[in-house]
């Protein structure tokens, strides 16, 4: 049985708050219906990093938040419940410091009722920072996804979110596809630093172009492997790129922390677009 | 104190409207806009903020509600009051009548109100001022009596105090530079003013430093207090994580909660001063 994919419009992981956050500004049925990207979800709680946390930059932000969340137990009691009865489609990204880690979060969430898929952070900005698994080379981020796969049900999906660094984001799709990733999200924020020189991950706006380069490279090399685009999606025309560009969905980040009825505006404005397409 | 603030979760009914500037003033050494944005004044609390978008920026601005009017010629509107600083608030105060802003509120947990008649003291440094003035009327109407302090570095940036003499039973005004009223800062004069107004409750709002000295101030005299904190809040709808509050629960564990959504009002004595670093990052 092949995993159903998301799409064409979901949040992006850590840009949706608990969901809570979002419900008011997400159109007339809430979140019902809604691909939903969780924040990272690590197994042991994290507080998250010092402030300042997030700063503007022309263009995006700049952000080392340091993975807040309240650990995978209390997710799975308290949050993870609210969303599936909020009618969501939770994909439940997950981010471990080990691979042992990876497999744990795997394991537990496959039987938690309603989880429609994982995402796995295997490209973020500054993993020695949140002290997350390293991933320097393509074999690394496979071998992650080989063990998420191995724990999940393959009639649910696994989406692998990779560093959008053109140099090898082909290689690192195919090898996290032959491990069994459904779907590749290309990308999570660009590797950059505060105006202070600390590490941290560039978003919004400004990325755009770098991702959908590297959408474009990975539908080019592999156009069996489905991509799903992120990086400074914030309207029809920003969204329209990655699809035309091979995307067979968008994630929108940034955008909701600019204005939180984005993700309400696209899903409308893409449904039209693709009845438009059919007439 | 009972908290019936309502919930903390997304379930506040905020709006992200579309609204307008429909008055613009200067005053001293601020700037007052009114604004339509349908939605927001109507279910206005006392101490909730909006966040305002700012042409060709991601981040938004934060501003507190200074004043609500359930009708005017142009419907409800709101009033903030904007100190030009950065890009923002700049861009901000240059806004002319007719410009259109988007806006997201209202947002943030308001002050609790006591359940019985107290003894209330409001304390507002610069334009933090501006939640105190409705919060004064709210707790005039529950039979509070009021005692406002209005606090700033100098004449130009104290909110004027005379539409407040209403609702405060005693009005105190502070400057740094002794320009007008008092000479001193909040700091220098809190204790003797807890004291004096036998508050039962502080209110405070301004940067964390004022913060920090009325909350000690009122615990010292057995005060509840309820703090406005203003941590930067990239996004200050909660989605974003990235206004960290340093806090101890009810529980006494340690927690960092976001700024913009558990807050911006919290009680004075859960804060960790010690962990919050100021709007530049430094600690206090
Ligand atoms: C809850 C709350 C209520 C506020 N109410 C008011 C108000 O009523 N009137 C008013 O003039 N200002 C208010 N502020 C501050 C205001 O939101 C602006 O962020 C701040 O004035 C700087 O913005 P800027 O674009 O002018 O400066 P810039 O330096 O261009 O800002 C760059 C970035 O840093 C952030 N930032 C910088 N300094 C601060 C600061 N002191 N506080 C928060 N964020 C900061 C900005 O939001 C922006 O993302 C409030 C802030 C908060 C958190
Ligand atoms: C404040 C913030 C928090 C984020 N948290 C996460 C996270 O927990 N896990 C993750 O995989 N990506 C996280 N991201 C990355 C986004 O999901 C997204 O991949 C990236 O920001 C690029 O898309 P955008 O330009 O639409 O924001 C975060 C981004 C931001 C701005």
């Given at each position: 049985m092949?995993?159903?994919?998301?799409?064409?419009?979901?949040?992006a992981?850590?840009?949706g708050?608990?969901?809570?956050?979002?419900?008011p500004?997400?159109?007339?049925?809430?979140?019902?219906?809604?691909?939903?990207?969780?924040?990272s979800?690590?197994?042991?709680?994290?507080?998250?990093?010092p402030?300042?946390r997030?700063v503007?930059?022309?263009?995006g932000?700049?952000n080392?938040?340091?993975?807040?969340?309240?650990?995978?137990e209390?997710f799975?009691a308290t949050?993870?419940?609210?969303?599936v009865?909020?009618g969501?489609?939770?994909?439940?990204?997950?981010?471990?410091?080990?691979?042992?880690?990876?497999a744990?979060?795997?394991?537990?969430l496959?039987?938690?009722?309603?989880v429609?898929?994982?995402e796995?952070?295997?490209?973020?900005?500054d993993?020695?920072?949140?002290?997350?698994?390293?991933?320097r080379?393509?074999?690394?981020s496979?071998?992650?996804?080989?063990?998420?796969?191995?724990e999940?049900p393959t009639d649910?999906?696994v989406?692998?979110k990779?560093?959008?660094?053109v140099?090898?984001?082909?290689?690192?799709?195919r090898?996290?596809?032959e491990?069994g990733?459904s779907?590749?999200?290309v990308?999570n924020?660009?590797?950059?630093?505060f105006?202070?020189?600390r590490?941290g991950?560039?978003?919004?706006?400004?990325?755009?172009?770098?991702?959908?380069?590297?959408?474009?490279e990975?539908h080019?090399a592999l156009?069996?492997?489905?991509t799903i685009?992120c990086?400074?999606?914030?309207?029809?025309?920003?969204a329209?790129?990655?699809l035309d560009a091979?995307?067979?969905?968008?994630q929108?980040?940034t955008?909701?922390l600019?204005?939180?009825?984005?993700?309400?505006?696209?899903?409308?404005?893409?449904?039209?677009?693709?009845l438009?397409?059919?007439? | 104190?009972a908290?019936?603030?309502?919930p903390?979760?997304?379930?506040?009914p905020?709006?992200?409207?579309?609204?307008?500037?429909?008055?613009?003033?200067?005053v001293?050494?601020?700037?007052?806009?009114?604004l339509t944005?349908?939605g927001v004044?109507?279910?206005?609390?006392?101490?909730?903020?909006v966040?305002v978008?700012?042409?060709?920026?991601?981040a938004?601005?934060?501003?507190?509600?200074h004043r609500?009017?359930?009708?005017?010629?142009?419907?409800p509107?709101l009033?903030?009051?904007v100190?030009?600083?950065?890009?923002?608030?700049?861009?901000?105060?240059?806004?002319?009548v007719g410009?259109?802003?988007?806006?997201?509120?209202?947002?943030?947990r308001p002050f609790?109100?006591?359940?019985?008649?107290?003894?209330?003291?409001?304390?507002?440094?610069?334009?933090?001022?501006?939640p105190?003035?409705?919060?004064a009327?709210?707790?005039?109407?529950?039979?509070?009596a009021?005692?406002?302090?209005?606090?700033a570095?100098?004449?130009?940036?104290?909110?004027s105090?005379?539409?407040a003499r209403?609702?405060?039973?005693?009005?105190?005004?502070?400057?740094?530079?002794?320009?007008?009223?008092?000479r001193?800062?909040?700091?220098?004069?809190?204790a003797?003013?807890?004291?004096r107004?036998?508050?039962?409750?502080?209110?405070?709002?301004g940067p964390?430093a004022?913060?920090?000295s009325?909350?000690?101030?009122?615990?010292r005299?057995?005060?509840?207090s309820?703090?406005a904190?203003?941590?930067?809040?990239p996004c200050?709808?909660?989605?974003?994580?990235?206004c960290?509050l340093?806090?101890?629960g009810?529980?006494?564990?340690e927690?960092?909660?976001r700024?913009?959504?558990?807050?911006?009002v919290v009680?004075?004595d859960?804060?960790?001063w010690?962990?919050l670093?100021?709007?530049?990052?430094?600690?206090?």
């Open positions: 092949s995993a159903q994919l998301p799409g064409p419009v979901m949040v992981a850590g840009c708050g608990t969901g809570r956050e979002l419900e500004y997400a159109g007339p049925d809430g979140l019902a219906g809604l691909d939903l990207v969780t924040r979800i690590t197994l042991d709680a994290r507080a998250g990093g402030g300042p997030v503007e930059v022309p263009g932000l700049v080392a938040v340091g993975l807040p969340n309240p650990g995978l209390h799975l949050e993870l419940p609210w969303l009865r909020a969501a489609r939770v994909f439940v990204s997950i981010a471990g410091s080990t691979m042992g880690e990876y744990d979060l795997a394991r537990r496959s039987r938690a009722p309603g429609a898929g994982l796995v952070n295997v490209g973020a900005p993993e020695v920072g949140a002290a997350l698994f390293e991933v080379e393509p074999y690394h496979a071998s992650v996804i080989a063990a998420v796969r191995r999940f649910r999906p989406l692998a990779l560093r959008p660094d140099s090898r984001i082909v290689e690192g799709a090898s996290c596809h491990a990733a779907a590749v999200v990308g924020a660009v590797p950059a630093a105006p202070d020189g590490a991950g560039l978003s919004g706006p400004a990325i755009a172009p770098i991702a959908l380069r590297c959408v474009a990975v080019r156009p069996a492997v489905p685009g990086g400074g999606v914030h309207d029809l025309r920003s329209g790129a990655y091979g995307a067979s969905a968008v929108v980040g955008a909701l600019h204005d939180p009825t984005t993700v309400a505006r696209l899903r409308a404005a893409l449904a039209l677009r693709a438009q397409e059919d007439a | 104190m908290d019936e603030r309502g903390v979760d997304g379930s506040h905020s709006v992200h409207v579309d609204g307008e500037v429909v008055a613009t003033k200067r001293g050494g601020y700037r007052h806009l009114t944005a349908p004044p109507e279910r206005f609390r006392a101490g909730n903020f966040a978008s700012v042409a060709g920026h991601v938004r601005r934060a501003l507190w509600v609500v009017r359930a009708s005017s010629a142009f419907g509107t009033d903030v009051v100190e030009a600083r950065g890009s923002g608030t700049t861009w901000l105060a240059a806004q002319p410009a259109r802003i988007a806006i997201t509120g209202p947002l943030g609790a109100l006591p359940k019985v008649a107290v003894s209330c003291l409001l304390v507002g440094e610069g334009y933090a001022a501006a105190l003035f409705p919060l009327e709210r707790l005039r109407e529950r039979g509070c009021v005692s406002l302090v209005v606090s570095p100098d004449e130009a940036h104290l909110l105090a005379l539409e209403r609702s405060a039973r005693s009005v105190t005004v502070l400057t740094a530079d002794g320009s007008v009223g008092q001193g800062t909040v700091a220098d004069h809190v003797g003013l807890v004291e107004s036998d508050a039962d409750v502080v209110y405070a709002a964390h004022v913060l920090r009325v909350a000690a101030a009122a615990e005299a057995g005060a509840w309820q703090v904190v203003e941590t930067p809040t200050g709808t909660g989605l974003c994580h990235g960290p340093p806090v101890v009810e529980d006494g564990v927690r960092v909660v700024a913009c959504a558990e807050g911006p009680r004075g859960r804060i960790r010690d962990a670093p100021d709007a530049l990052g430094q600690v206090l």
